[in-house]
């Protein structure tokens, strides 16, 4: 669950990078303004990455990591647009869209690898280096695949 969660957090940023700079050309942008928007995602990733520390420790990371990658198929509609939700096809929608999919993606990286620890720890007794080896093995080959 972990390392998926970690995959599609770097596949929804991936995706959509190749051909944004192309999609933005339809709002007749200039490529400075283009390159403003590209700034959207670091803007809200970045405060993400700071807030996520203070998750209620209540809160466990699999539902962290559930809520956030709904929430960021939530932002892709903005981003699409959706027309089957009827969403205006305008860039004032792809930029909230995006923001959420930055901000949400914090929340889909970085629980990732403490809870794949956490749930390898117990089945491996005396072998937590192993476990943690292992586990930072499978998150960066995930990301790598997302």
Partial sequence: ????????????????????????????????????????????????????????????????????????????????????LGLDDSLLSMAIGTGFIAFMNAYMIIPSLPEMVESMVPLYPGQERRVNDLASGVFNSMLGIG
């Fill in 1 to 84: 669950m972990a390392a998926l969660s970690g995959s599609l957090a770097y596949f929804a940023y991936t995706f959509f990078e190749p051909i944004l700079a192309e999609r933005l050309t339809d709002f007749s942008l200039t490529s400075m303004q283009i390159g403003l928007f590209f700034a959207i995602y670091p803007v809200f990733y970045i405060p993400g990455t700071l807030l996520v520390q203070f998750t209620p420790k209540a809160i466990e990371k699999r539902l962290t990591l559930m809520t956030a990658v709904f929430l960021t198929a939530i932002g892709m509609i903005f981003v699409g647009p959706s027309s089957l």
